[in-house]
């Protein structure tokens, strides 16, 4: 089993709808949570940066983090085509080990017009 | 990319060659990582290093050795590529390597193994 499970998709919304986009993880020890963003045959880029739990938000963006139940989400507002991409949750423990990730497999999103 | 660039974008070889891949930045950056994103397993870090001449394996080490001798640049190596190593590869960099510090992604190159 994965330390850390995402549903690979695809989900396809039309626009304007509210996405809601999760991942489980299964070590206690995670603390930083992280979603990136990746376009087509691009590098992922930092979309939300969550610690511990609660919600935070960023514009049409929402990351939330239940700890107790080892689940986070990422919510889009108003869903537009240019956020067709796949969204990859990552998360990391406090103590040193080089800042290393441990990454989901991603959701692929597409938003119609 | 946040000053990180990647060379070749594109490279297609033949089974049995060696393949060097270079990650190079402009940030300063202390940490430098490099990943491989395959379909179903996502991103999985081969090597990373914490400094100058300093590497560590990630969990996909096996046929790949890593180099660095300056702080801006990391070499990939491929010794002798396999036909199970086509994927995309990016490099990433972090800086203070704890915290709420994270990493920043090159925008990858793709290997072909024939």
């Known amino acids: 089993q994965k330390e850390v499970e995402q549903d690979p998709g695809p989900l396809s919304v039309p626009e304007g709808a509210i996405v809601s986009l999760n991942c489980t993880y299964s070590?206690?020890?995670?603390?930083?949570f992280m979603w990136y963003r990746q376009y087509s045959r691009k590098g992922p880029e930092l979309l939300m940066y969550t610690y511990s739990s609660g919600n935070k938000e960023d514009g049409r963006f929402t990351a939330q983090v239940d700890k107790s139940s080892k689940y986070i989400s990422l919510f889009i507002r108003d869903s537009q085509p240019s956020d067709s991409a796949t969204y990859l949750c990552?998360?990391?423990?406090?103590?040193?080990?080089?800042?290393?990730?441990?990454f989901g497999t991603g959701t692929q999103l597409k938003v119609e017009l | 990319d946040a000053g990180i660039t990647q060379s070749p974008r594109h490279k297609v070889t033949e089974t049995g060659t060696p393949v060097t891949l270079r990650c190079h930045q402009t940030?300063?950056?202390?940490?430098m990582y490099w990943y491989r994103q395959d379909p179903g397993h996502g991103l999985r870090l081969i090597h990373y290093s914490y400094g100058v001449k300093d590497t560590d394996k990630g969990e996909v080490s096996d046929g790949y050795s890593v180099s660095r001798s300056k702080t801006e640049d990391f070499l990939l190596t491929l010794e002798s590529a396999t036909s199970s190593q086509t994927s995309v590869y990016f490099c990433?960099?972090?800086?203070?390597?704890?915290?709420?510090?994270?990493?920043?992604f090159g925008p990858g190159t793709r290997l072909t193994v024939l």
């Open positions: 990433a960099i972090s800086d203070a390597g704890v915290g709420t510090d994270t990493q920043y």
């Open positions: 070590n206690s020890a995670f603390q930083y």
């Open positions: 940030e300063n950056h202390r940490y």
């Open positions: 990552a998360m990391k423990g406090v103590t040193g080990g080089g800042n290393k990730l441990t």
